[in-house]
């Protein structure tokens, strides 16, 4: 399995930016999907997810500012983050669960697969 996450890079605030993942040996419709983030010195955050059926969640933080879908024909995970903060920058990992794993945002150690990371800077 290999996740591989692009998109990152730097944003003044209040602007977009979309990361990606792409899975590898992995169908991003058939487990959870997540994505977290960490910000130097702090411990890994859960951003947002999505479940085999489509259900998404969110960290209260980016409620109504992100959005993360799929695109199973080309077994894609996407984040799209609007409304950018400063707080809002730090690596961004994609996760990925074993199939038939009900994980959630909160328990990031729980999660099995994940991407290397790509970095989101907001200016202020």
């Known amino acids: 399995v290999q996740l591989v996450e692009s998109g990152g890079g730097s944003v003044q605030a209040g602007g977009s930016l979309r990361l990606s993942c792409a899975a590898s040996?992995?169908?991003?419709?058939?487990?959870?999907m997540g994505w977290f983030r960490q910000a130097p010195g702090k411990g890994r955050e859960g951003v947002a997810m999505i479940r085999p059926n489509g259900r998404t969640m969110y960290g209260d933080s980016v409620t109504g500012r992100f959005t993360i879908s799929r695109d199973n024909s080309v077994n894609t995970l996407y984040l799209q983050m609007n409304m950018l903060e400063p707080e809002d920058s730090g690596m961004y990992y994609c996760?990925?669960?074993?199939?038939?794993?009900?994980?959630?945002?909160?328990?990031?150690?729980?999660?099995?697969?994940w991407g290397q990371g790509t970095q989101v800077t907001v200016s202020s």
């Open positions: 996760a990925g669960s074993l199939p038939g794993r009900l994980l959630l945002l909160q328990w990031p150690n729980t999660w099995n697969y």
């Open positions: 040996g992995y169908t991003v419709d058939n487990v959870s």
